[in-house]
């Protein structure tokens, strides 16, 4: 099992930034890539961004060039660097991964920007 602790995130007006984490712990030697989802009100849950354990990088084109995802594999963490807000960012974020079993999710955060 794996579980993941988030962190960050919260109010924030537009053009502003937030960080989140995600710190994993347990059975952390079986996961392969994280990664962030996000879900607005009334929305399916989306992939914002995500990231290898080589460090190789995929992300949404709404936020491309806004926000940035990064792993420390010695901490097990990942974070997302949020610039630039935008009010459509507006949403419950999720920290996710999975082993070749299982899939898992943090227990997410609320992020809302006001315009």
């Known amino acids: 099992q794996v579980q993941l602790v988030q962190s960050g995130g919260g109010l924030v007006q537009a053009g502003g930034s937030l960080r989140l984490s995600c710190a994993a712990s347990g059975s952390i030697f079986s996961i392969n890539a994280m990664g962030w989802y996000r879900q607005a009100p009334g929305k399916q849950r989306e992939l914002v961004a995500a990231i290898t354990r080589g460090g190789s990088t995929n992300y949404a084109y709404s936020v491309k060039g806004r926000f940035t995802i990064s792993r420390v594999n010695a901490k097990n963490t990942v974070y997302l660097q949020m610039n630039n807000l935008k009010p459509e960012d507006t949403a419950v974020y999720y920290c996710?991964?999975?082993?070749?079993?299982?899939?898992?999710w943090g227990q997410g955060t609320q992020v809302t920007v006001s315009s």
């Open positions: 996710h991964t999975n082993s070749n079993e299982y899939v898992y």
